[in-house]
């Protein structure tokens, strides 16, 4: 009895040590993954008629359940993109994803990633996910986490074929490009 106290014991001291670096781990992902969101909307050149005017803001739109927090609002403030200002919009609204020029889908929920990429085939929007089968489901760009580091993978022919060009310079730090056709 007493040696089945002692270990859960031990293991409720390692949970308590664990579950916050973990919480810390996941913060510091979403920090780097919003960071990437930023440097990414500055590489990506929309066509001209995705806006408006010459002074629209481009949209960030985190759709669904927001993981990020403070983190995205902290990268984007101030931020712009081809001189337009940024602005983050969260929302679970499928019907305002086609006015974003990026979506971010969080985690692995399929049904949710469908609708996006439905909700925005017929506008130049760019999407963004989390999950392994995201860029097989028709989404742009996968944010994975590779050696402990955050990275991602790019689906060139979905984005070309919204009229989306990625930098050759976004394309260089990509860990993986597919859809690449005769583009080298």
Same mark, same amino acid.
């Given at each position: 009895?007493?040696?089945?106290?002692?270990?859960? =014991?031990?293991? #409720?001291?390692t949970?308590?040590?664990?579950?916050?670096?973990l919480?810390?781990?996941?913060a510091?992902?979403?920090?780097?993954?919003?960071?990437? =969101?930023?440097?990414?909307?500055?590489?990506?050149?929309?066509?001209?008629?995705?806006?408006? &005017?010459? /002074?629209? @803001?481009l949209?960030?739109?985190?759709?669904?359940?927001? @993981?990020?927090?403070?983190? =995205?609002d902290? /990268?984007? $403030?101030?931020?712009? #993109?081809n001189?337009?200002?940024? $602005?983050?919009?969260r929302? #679970?609204? &499928?019907?305002v994803?086609?006015?974003?020029?990026?979506?971010?889908?969080?985690?692995?929920n399929t049904?949710?990633?469908? $609708?996006?990429?439905? /909700?925005?085939?017929?506008? @130049?929007?760019l999407?963004?996910?989390?999950?392994?089968?995201?860029?097989r489901?028709g989404g742009m760009?996968?944010?994975?986490?590779?050696? &402990?580091?955050?990275?991602f993978?790019?689906n060139?022919?979905?984005?070309?074929?919204?009229?989306?060009?990625l930098s #050759?310079?976004? =394309?260089?730090?990509?860990?993986?490009?597919t859809?690449?056709?005769?583009?080298?």
């Open positions: 009895m007493a040696v089945r106290r002692i270990a859960a =014991l031990a293991l #409720s001291g949970l308590l040590i664990s579950v916050p670096r919480l810390a781990q996941r510091l992902e979403y920090e780097v993954k919003a960071a990437y =969101l930023y440097n990414i909307v500055n590489f990506v050149t929309w066509p001209p008629d995705a806006f408006n &005017g010459p /002074a629209d @803001p949209h960030v739109c985190v759709d669904g359940m927001d @993981p990020f927090g403070r983190a =995205l902290n /990268a984007m $403030q101030n931020g712009t #993109s001189g337009r200002p940024v $602005q983050v919009i929302t #679970s609204d &499928g019907g994803l086609p006015t974003c020029e990026l979506v971010f889908v969080p985690g692995n049904d949710r990633i469908d $609708q996006a990429v439905r /909700a925005t085939a017929q506008r @130049p929007v999407t963004v996910g989390e999950a392994p089968d995201f860029l489901r760009i996968a944010f994975v986490v590779d050696g &402990g580091r955050v990275r993978d790019v060139l022919q979905s984005a070309t074929a919204r009229g989306l060009t #050759s310079r976004l =394309l260089q730090v990509a860990r993986t490009i859809g690449r056709g005769g583009i080298g």
